[in-house]
T-cell receptor, first 114, second 115 residues
Framework: RKEVEQDPGPFNVPEGATVAFNCTYS??????FFWYRQDCRKEPKLLMS?????NEDGRFTAQLNRASQYISLLIRDSKLSDSATYLC???????????????WGAGTKLIIKP | DVKVTQSSRYLVKRTGEKVFLECVQD?????MFWYRQDPGLGLRLIYF???????EKGDIPEGYSVSREKKERFSLILESASTNQTSMYLC??????????????FGEGSRLTVL
């Protein structure tokens, strides 16, 4: 079982619509959570962190559900420029170790259509 | 502005060749990482480094080695390239506490094809 799972999509969404997708993680002790955005043939870039209380940045809202072990990303009033792959990232503290590691999902592809 | 530069965007090599992928960051970051990205898989960590001359194996180090002689430069070496190493290679850097904040800064990637 993959440690971080995402629906690969693509999600085809009309411009102006609201779209949401989830990411599930397997380690209940995971510490921190993030969403990255990756445009086609470009590098990933941090979109937002996901806080326990949920957080909002403009049209983007991220939520964490620890009980069910998933995080979500909601995009309101979608724009053509939102078309990208959204990567879910989980930070795990390694057992018996002071190190940490970032576990990456494979991404959800979003296509916004005019 | 934050800048991570990878020396080659596209490379084509033959099986058995030695391959060097260079990465330079201008942000004075302590941490540097090499990942590979393949379709349908998440980014997989090959090696990382927290300091000059220091390196740690990631999840898939086999067939790779790294070098960090200077703080700003982290090189990935494929001693004898194989076809299963055809992939997109991404270099990233972060501040010492950076991975705890989840903020990695990536280069544009090096797409390697091994024939």
């Amino acid at each position: 079982r993959k440690e971080v799972e995402q629906d690969p999509g693509p999600f085809n969404v009309p411009e102006g619509a609201t779209v949401a997708f989830n990411c599930t993680y397997s380690n209940s002790a995971s510490q921190s959570f993030f969403w990255y955005r990756q445009d086609c043939r470009k590098e990933p870039k941090l979109l937002m962190s996901v806080y326990s209380s949920g957080n909002e940045d403009g049209r983007f809202t991220a939520q964490l559900n620890r009980a069910s072990q998933y995080i979500s990303l909601l995009i309101r009033d979608s724009k053509l420029s939102d078309s990208a792959t959204y990567l879910c990232v989980v930070l795990d503290r390694l057992v018996m170790d002071s190190n940490y590691q970032l576990i990456w999902g494979a991404g959800t592809k979003l296509i916004i259509k005019p | 502005d934050v800048k991570v530069t990878q020396s080659s965007r596209y490379l084509v090599k033959r099986t058995g060749e030695k391959v060097f992928l260079e990465c330079v960051q201008d942000m004075d970051h302590e941490n540097m990482f090499w990942y590979r990205q393949d379709p349908g898989l998440g980014l997989r960590l090959i090696y990382f480094s927290y300091d000059v001359k220091m390196k740690e194996k990631g999840d898939i180090p086999e067939g790779y080695s790294v070098s960090r002689e200077k703080k700003e430069r982290f090189s990935l070496i494929l001693e004898s390239a194989s076809t299963n190493q055809t992939s997109m290679y991404l270099c990233a850097s972060s501040l010492l506490g950076g991975p705890n904040t989840g903020e990695l800064f990536f280069g544009e990637g090096s797409r390697l094809t091994v024939l």
